[in-house]
């Protein structure tokens, strides 16, 4: 496969999943009637973040295929994919609180230890994840306040 291609692949697959996850489980009425916390965003600025995020998590994702997919490396990459794809499920299709705030604590750890274990291997895809680190640090905060609130 084609160097650009991959790279096509690995940000369909990360927008593409995280887009159509999110349109089978939108918040409803359900998450309106939640007490939030004074430092809960506008709605809003959800799709644009989380778009540019699945930008820059699949292109540290397609870097690490192209050098280090059969490691420890790759397999960090698809732990902490496999658990942003399970926290809107959680969350808001379940409508699991506590359920949700396990799974983003489990994500934000996930993307930590990628970052540590790709820091000297592939400088870039670590320097890709810091934005998401610090969106999905404060989501965890978002998700814990309204753990405590309701």
Sequence with gaps: MSRWLSLAAFVALTLGGGTLIGMATQPGPWYEAL???????????????????????????????????????????????????????????????????????????????????????DRIAALLFLPYAAWVAFATALNAAIFALN
């Design 35 to 121: 007490q939030k916390p004074f430092f809960n965003p506008p709605n809003w600025l959800f799709g644009p973040a989380w778009t540019i995020l699945y930008i820059l998590v699949g292109i540290a994702g397609w870097r690490v295929w192209n050098t280090h997919r059969s490691d420890n490396l790759m397999k960090a990459w698809i732990v902490q994919l496999v658990l942003n794809f399970l926290w809107l499920p959680t969350f808001f299709g379940m409508q699991l609180i506590g359920g949700g705030l396990v799974v983003v604590i489990a994500m934000l750890l996930a993307i930590l230890v990628f970052i540590a274990m790709a820091w000297r291997r």
